[in-house]
């Protein structure tokens, strides 16, 4: 099989499992498990997206994450929109099946038609959008959502790469991204629903439509510009790192020469 093809059903796989699994929760659950649930939720399931697809694409599962590693020159540029185009079907099918389930309950579905909804959890009733003013969780402005989704998402993307490299034992990645993931959770969650994910963003507001689908280009835009920030400077980190290396010699570091793990079987 041809590796694109690989990478773009492991891909979309990935996605599917981290829309389920995180939207999922705040969807079905949100009005019990509160915010430190739902946080835990999206990263137990990069967790066990990154062990279960990590050795085939490396585990991106967001479009932010794609562009760091294409910034950070861990991927062919051509390879990036194999991975954005998984990313988006992985998301809407797995919010098309949230969405399907959600019909089978008296208190749903989640989507608020002609702006009504009978559910009380502000997470059921948008979806898990994300959104800013009126639609912010605790009434953040568009300008304070934009800050904090292009910080967030850098911090997390950085983590990505960095333990992504050769230098970063493969067998914890996967844990480490997943705590990573659950701890911007929590910090955002209270401001806009925290996206970091353009394609998690973007699959919940076809499904809520109205106001999320009208604010949904800030959530494809900013953690992109985050997460190519965080490529740009991971690069340079490792190549400080590799030329610390070629100082110090066999004892200070990898040997020269020894390339970071690229989206291989031991990426995560």
């Not at 137990?44 to 050795?55: E, H, K, N, T, V």
């Not at 904090?148 to 790469?161: C, P």
């Not at 020269?256 to 031991?266: F, I």
Request: contains cysteine.
């Amino acid at each position: 099989m041809n590796s694109n093809v690989r990478i773009f059903i492991a891909e979309a796989v990935g996605t599917a499992i981290l829309v389920i699994g995180g939207v999922g929760t705040a969807v079905f659950d949100g009005s019990r498990v509160g915010p430190l649930g739902i946080a835990f939720a999206f990263g137990l399931s990069l967790l066990c997206a990154a062990y279960l697809i990590g050795p085939i694409s490396g585990c991106h599962v967001n479009p932010a994450v794609t562009a760091a590693m294409a910034a950070a020159r861990r991927i062919e540029p051509k390879q990036v929109l194999v991975y954005w185009g998984a990313q988006i079907v992985g998301g809407l099918f797995g919010a098309l099946l949230i969405f399907g389930v959600s019909h089978g309950s008296p208190g749903f579905p989640a989507v608020g038609k002609h702006g009504r909804t009978i559910l009380v959890s502000a997470s059921q009733a948008g979806f898990a959008s994300n959104g800013y003013g009126a639609h912010s969780p605790s009434g953040f402005n568009m300008a304070s959502v934009m800050l904090a989704e292009v910080v967030a998402t850098a911090v997390f993307a950085l983590i990505v790469v960095a333990t992504t490299s050769s230098r970063f034992p493969a067998a914890v990645g996967g844990v480490v991204a997943g705590l990573a993931l659950t701890l911007v959770h929590l910090v955002l969650i209270p401001v806009d629903n925290a996206s970091v994910n353009p394609a998690r963003s973007l699959a919940a507001a076809v499904f809520q439509g109205g106001w999320a689908l009208s604010q949904v280009w800030l959530f494809l835009v900013f953690p992109l510009i985050g997460g190519a920030l965080a490529g740009l400077a991971g690069h340079a980190m490792l190549q400080i790192q590799d030329a610390a290396a070629v100082t110090e010699g066999p004892q200070g570091g990898p040997e020269p020469g020894v390339p970071d793990a690229t989206l291989g079987p031991d990426a995560l």
